[in-house]
């Protein structure tokens, strides 16, 4: 598609309970990003995929959190155990190729709230 | 590491007055700059970029951004503001030659434009 197209638009978990985000990048982008953006309007980023490979995953928190690109499946962003400050947006992003003047765009991101 | 500083938290202005939102950045190397908007409960919207050329950059809705070098700044403008324009915006880098390396984002600038 033409847009980066992320489900569900609100979840809300009990605590210590697993989330799953999804991710639809724009048809022929080759890069995936997450980010989070929690009350402040900071945005913090999680990950990035080349394809379905894992480019760069210094922002994720591991212990609690994995995230999968899949062929021919939607990206996905999982939180095993939520906890209380995993309530925030979640942005997934999309870009073409290597270059970093590229453009990325993103999703209108999928709001967790968790309780 | 890469920065970028926005120092209004908000910016005030009436309607049909001109309007700047600031950035700063901080990089080790040449930048690409960006200007986001992100609507209330909506995703970031790409506005513009630098990448080179023409220090003045032209995107959408009318909005113009600046790349000064000797100040590291890519502040936001627009000759005529609407309340339409009312939003929050963010200025982000990416260092270039790093491959596809993450955005990074300042806090972020509320504008708030008054009829």
């Known amino acids: 598609g033409e847009e980066v197209a992320q489900t569900p638009k609100h979840l809300v978990r009990g605590e210590g309970q697993k989330a799953k985000l999804y991710c639809a990048p724009i048809k022929g982008h080759s890069y995936v990003f997450w980010y989070q953006q929690v009350l402040k309007n900071e945005f913090k980023f999680l990950i990035s995929f080349q394809n379905e490979n894992v480019f760069d995953e210094t922002g994720m928190p591991k212990e609690r959190f994995s995230a999968k690109c899949l062929p021919n499946s939607p990206c996905s962003l999982e939180i095993q155990a939520t906890k209380l400050e995993d309530s925030a947006v979640y942005f997934c992003a999309s870009s073409q190729s290597v270059s970093s003047g590229n453009t990325i765009y993103f999703g209108e991101g999928s709001w967790l709230t968790v309780v | 590491a890469q920065s970028v500083a926005q120092p209004e938290d908000q910016v005030n202005v009436a309607e049909g007055n001109p309007l700047t939102v600031k950035c700063t950045y901080s990089?080790?190397?040449?930048?690409?700059l960006f200007w986001y908007v992100q609507y209330p409960n909506r995703g970031l919207q790409f506005l513009l970029k630098y990448i080179t050329g023409d220090n003045l950059v032209k995107g959408s809705y009318g909005f113009e951004a600046e790349f000064n070098k000797s100040q590291t700044s890519f502040h936001l403008k627009k000759p005529s503001a609407l309340v339409s324009d009312s939003a929050l915006y963010f200025c982000a880098v990416r260092v270039t030659n790093s491959g596809n390396t993450p955005l990074v984002f300042g806090k972020g600038t509320r504008l708030s434009v008054i009829a």
């Open positions: 990089v080790s190397g040449n930048p690409y």
